[in-house]
Nanobody, 117 residues
């Protein structure tokens, strides 16, 4: 079992940038690592994911704006978010998937991202 802690959220103006980090208690090389977000009144939705040396996957809504990366030596995952929009406002969660879906994995506590003027 691995513990995950997100950080880096905050308040930013539209068009601004934030970098989210996910720090794991142990190695994450065997997991599909992903970022998910949940806005008020909405279901949790996929944002981005990356497995080992594979190609990253992104939700259509964030392609060209967000970049996911991992540092396996430091057991960390990062989400660089550029050109943020109000609709990006949500709690962002780190996930380490061990099963057939992110429901079969470990979750962090989340970090709030608010995009507003």
């Amino acid at each position: 079992q691995v513990q995950l802690v997100e950080s880096g959220g905050g308040l930013v103006q539209p068009g601004g940038s934030l970098r989210l980090s996910c720090t794991a208690s142990d190695t994450i090389t065997m997991y599909v690592m992903g970022w998910y977000r949940q806005a008020p009144g909405k279901q949790r939705e996929f944002v981005a994911s990356l497995f080992s040396r594979g190609q990253p996957k992104y939700a259509d809504s964030v392609k060209g704006r967000f970049t996911i990366s991992t540092d396996y030596d430091k057991n960390t995952m990062t989400l660089q978010m550029n050109n943020l929009k109000p609709e990006d406002t949500a709690v962002y969660y780190c996930n380490a998937e061990w099963g057939a879906s992110p429901d079969y994995g470990y979750w962090g506590q989340g970090t709030q991202v608010t995009v507003s003027s």
